[in-house]
């Protein structure tokens, strides 16, 4: 018997099956990319219907302020038509809004330079350094921050009226930079501890100092952190209503919170011009916001995240 004779004599070995098979009888399971997750099979109505309900309790406000902004005086319109501009020409020129635009804007931006310059300093300062009451100066921040203004006011006032401070402008922009001036801080250390900290030693490498260092390295990347602190002290700045009520007298010293309150008598409310006044005092804040909002929400995200 011959070698090949035996090798075709030799029983053939059975074939395997794949190990990836299914058994059989049963269907094979769905590829994964054609599975659809649990928020996929949500009806979309149950997406828009909240969130169009809350459009119409946001919304519903600014148009019945505008309404009444717009409309002449003694209509009962739903619809401002004809337009007038009379209660806005009122307010500008007959009750000084244009003077309280204007000190409410010096005070919004001096308050906004001053929070973001000793906040960035400060923040770098609990970012970057140990030391030994660093943990109790933060407890001390935030619990500022559960302190009323109105707790202050008495403090405040006498410590103003021994600098003569009062009925200036610049009392008003230290007691709001004071106020804001803790959760600012605290927001900026937690943007500058998301840049590495190697950015900055590889810059004193280079040459540069520790000032240095912080101008080109790390102040570029903090740009949307510093517009979300600036944006908010403007905001607050602009709103605050009990500062400016209690420090300044004059009327050529009023801000736009202020000059809203004048336009409430005792007896009656001139409602087109108080709805005027809403408006110009509106306007700036969602201009602002509408410009700076793609920064706003790039510094939040940045701020939220611990690198």
């Not at 009122?90 to 001053?114: C, D, P, T, Y």
Request: glycine letters at 8%; proline letters at 7%.
């Amino acid at each position: 018997m011959t070698a090949e004779s035996t090798l075709s004599a030799a029983p053939a070995a059975p074939a395997t099956a794949p190990q990836d098979a299914p058994p059989p009888g049963t269907t094979p399971p769905a590829p994964a990319r054609g599975r659809r997750r649990a928020w996929d099979e949500v009806p979309r109505w149950q997406i828009y219907l909240p969130l169009g309900i809350y459009l119409l309790f946001t919304l519903v406000p600014f148009y019945w302020i505008l309404l009444f902004a717009l409309r002449p005086a003694g209509s009962t319109s739903l619809v401002p038509w004809p337009m007038t501009g009379a209660h806005f020409e009122k307010v500008w020129n007959e009750r000084s809004f244009g003077v309280f635009f204007q000190n409410s804007l010096l005070i919004g931006v001096a308050v906004l330079v001053m929070t973001t310059v000793v906040a960035l300093a400060g923040g770098y300062a609990l970012a970057r350094f140990d030391f030994r009451i660093k943990k109790g100066f933060m407890l001390a921040l935030l619990c500022s921050q559960f302190v009323p203004g109105a707790l202050l006011l008495v403090p405040l006032f006498q410590i103003f009226a021994e600098l003569r401070m009062i009925n200036s402008l610049g009392s008003v922009i230290i007691a709001e930079t004071v106020f804001q001036l803790p959760l600012s801080m605290i927001l900026i250390s937690g943007f500058i501890r998301n840049v590495p900290y190697s950015l900055e030693e590889a810059a004193w490498v280079d040459g540069c100092n520790r000032f240095h260092a912080f101008r080109i390295v790390v102040l570029p990347l903090l740009r949307p952190g510093l517009v979300a602190v600036g944006s908010f002290a403007f905001v607050h700045a602009w709103n605050h209503f009990l500062f400016a009520l209690m420090f300044l007298s004059s009327q050529d010293k009023q801000t736009i919170p202020v000059g809203l309150n004048t336009l409430m008598g005792a007896d009656s409310v001139d409602l087109g011009a108080l709805a005027a006044g809403g408006v110009v005092a509106a306007v700036p804040v969602v201009v602002v916001f509408a410009f700076i909002q793609k920064w706003l929400v790039t510094g939040f995200s940045a701020g939220a995240v611990k690198g």
